[in-house]
C-alpha cells in the first residue's frame, strides 16, 4: 500500500513570496489533516477534511493561508504572502477509521 | 480544548535498558490515541494506536497504556537499542462529532547511547 506523498520535500522562498505544497493522500482515506511543525514543538493543526468538505479550520492563519482538496482526493495548501514566521515542516496526514498515516513533510524556509 | 503533555522532554539511556514515556491529556473525551516515531527530518511514523475502550496495545518490544479516566498514557520500550533514538510523539484524537481533531504533544527526545 503506498503511503501518503508529499511535494516538494524543501523549499526556500524569500518573505512576502508564494508557496504551494501538494499532498496525495493513501487511497480510499476520507480524512485529510495539514499539519505545521515548528522546529522542537508538536505538530499543530491547520486544516483538517473529511473528503472535499473542511471539517476544523478554526487554526489556519485564513489572511495568507488557504486550502483545498480536490474531488475529495488530492490537496494543496498556499501560504501568500510568506513571512519568516511560516518557517516550518509542513505534514500531510491522511486516516481511515481513526489511524491517522503521515507523509515525509516539506521542510520550508522564508528568508 | 484539549492539552496533551509529554514528560520528559529529553531523556538519555544506556542500551539495553527498558523505559517509560510518559504522556497526559486534559479532556477524557477521546476516541483514541496513537503514539508516533519521529526521525530527524522525517515524517511521523504510526507506532501505536490505542482505541478508548482499549488499556492497552503491544508491538514488538513497544507496549503501550491508557488510562482515559486519569487522562494518561505510557509508551514502555523494552530492551533498548541505538535504532530508537528519535522523538516519540503522542496524539489524542477528540470524539467530538465531526470533528476528530488529532492533538499532539511536543514530544520526548530519546537518546540510547551505544
Known amino acids: 500500500e503506498a503511503g501518503v506523498a508529499q511535494s516538494p520535500r524543501y523549499k526556500i522562498i524569500e518573505k512576502r513570496q508564494s508557496v504551494a505544497f501538494w499532498c496525495n493522500p493513501i487511497?480510499?482515506?476520507?480524512?485529510l489533516y495539514w499539519y505545521q511543525q515548528i522546529l522542537g514543538q508538536g505538530p499543530k493543526l491547520l486544516i483538517q477534511f473529511q473528503n472535499n468538505g473542511v471539517v476544523d479550520d478554526s487554526q489556519l492563519p485564513k489572511d495568507r493561508f488557504s486550502a483545498e482538496r480536490l474531488k475529495g482526493v488530492d490537496s494543496t495548501l498556499k501560504i501568500q504572502p510568506a513571512k519568516l514566521e511560516d518557517s516550518a515542516v509542513y505534514l500531510c496526514?491522511?486516516?481511515?477509521?481513526?489511524?491517522?498515516?503521515f507523509g515525509q513533510g516539506t521542510r520550508l524556509t522564508v528568508v | 480544548k484539549q492539552e496533551v503533555t509529554q514528560i520528559p522532554a529529553a531523556l538519555s539511556v544506556p542500551e539495553g535498558e527498558n523505559l517509560v514515556l510518559n504522556c497526559s491529556f486534559t479532556d477524557s473525551a477521546i476516541y483514541n490515541l496513537q503514539w508516533f516515531r519521529q526521525d530527524p527530518g522525517k515524517g511521523l511514523t504510526s507506532l501505536l494506536l490505542?482505541?478508548?475502550?482499549?488499556r492497552e496495545q503491544t508491538s514488538g518490544r513497544l507496549n503501550a497504556s491508557l488510562d482515559k479516566s486519569s487522562g494518561r498514557s505510557t509508551l514502555y520500550i523494552a530492551a533498548s537499542q541505538p535504532g530508537d533514538s528519535a522523538t516519540y510523539l503522542c496524539a489524542v484524537r477528540g470524539s467530538g462529532a465531526g470533528s476528530y481533531q488529532l492533538t499532539f504533544g511536543k514530544g520526548t527526545k530519546l537518546s540510547v547511547i551505544p
Open positions: 496526514a491522511s486516516s481511515f477509521w481513526g489511524e491517522a498515516f
Open positions: 490505542i482505541q478508548s475502550s482499549q
Open positions: 487511497s480510499g482515506h476520507a480524512t
